[in-house]
T-cell receptor
């Protein structure tokens, strides 16, 4: 299994500011995803982080609001831009294998953001 | 597209009671099925999985069987403990480079 480190683990942010969340994995992984878990809710996929190319966003999520980088197979960042209180959530990085090696995904501890 | 429908909670049980949390899915092809658990204040972790029809996943006394004919993956435990109190998520993953699709989650509270 992969060990995933997310930073920050939590933060309190002001409306209108932006915050970048980092995800570091202890091994090279094929697939990296970013999820959002709003209070008391399930996990919603934001985007697939593609190594060396633009992320693939799910319906309802756009690059201007959630820019993502993935410079290599062990690291990715998610930025939450121009934050509003509705962005208060836990943001989770998830990794796993793809192609013919479909299996479980592993999750970081999450980054809990509170926007005032 | 792929989707997961999960029994709504919350579920409250007494210690040593039998647990069932229902989960059904809609998917093209042959997905892999998972149960994840989120204990209070902790991250999401895999509880068990099954990758093909009739497979039974099991862990920590929990079991779930991949039923293709009923498109179901119900979670069961014969005797729950207070330490099983958590939120349980049913999820599926299709073939290829696909993410997990989650159900809404079921909060379980076990009282002594």
């Amino acid at each position: 299994s992969a060990v995933i480190s997310q930073k920050p683990s939590r933060d309190i942010c002001q409306r209108g500011t932006s915050l970048t969340i980092q995800c570091q994995v202890d091994s090279q992984v094929t697939m990296m995803f970013w999820y959002r878990q709003q209070p008391g809710q399930s996990l919603t996929l934001i985007a697939t982080a593609n190594q060396g190319s633009e992320a693939t966003y799910e319906s309802g999520f756009v690059i201007d609001k959630f820019p993502i980088s993935r410079p290599n197979l062990t690291f990715s960042t998610l930025t939450v831009s121009n934050m509003s209180p509705e962005d208060s959530s836990i943001y989770l990085c998830s990794v796993g294998e793809g192609g013919s090696k479909v299996g479980e995904l592993f999750f970081g501890e999450g980054s809990r953001l509170t926007v005032l | 597209g792929n989707s997961v429908t999960q029994m709504e909670g919350p579920v409250t049980l007494s210690e040593e009671a039998f647990l069932t949390i229902n989960c059904t899915y809609t998917a093209t092809g042959y997905p892999s099925l998972f149960w994840y658990v989120q204990y209070p204040g902790e991250g999401l972790q895999l509880l068990l999985k099954a990758t093909k029809a009739d497979d039974k996943g099991s862990n920590k006394g929990f079991e779930a069987t991949y039923r293709k004919e009923t498109t179901s993956f119900h979670l069961e435990k014969g005797s729950v403990q207070v330490s099983d109190s958590a939120v349980y998520f049913c999820a599926l993953r299709g073939s290829g480079n696909t993410p997990l699709v989650f159900g809404k989650g079921t909060r379980l509270s076990v009282i002594a």
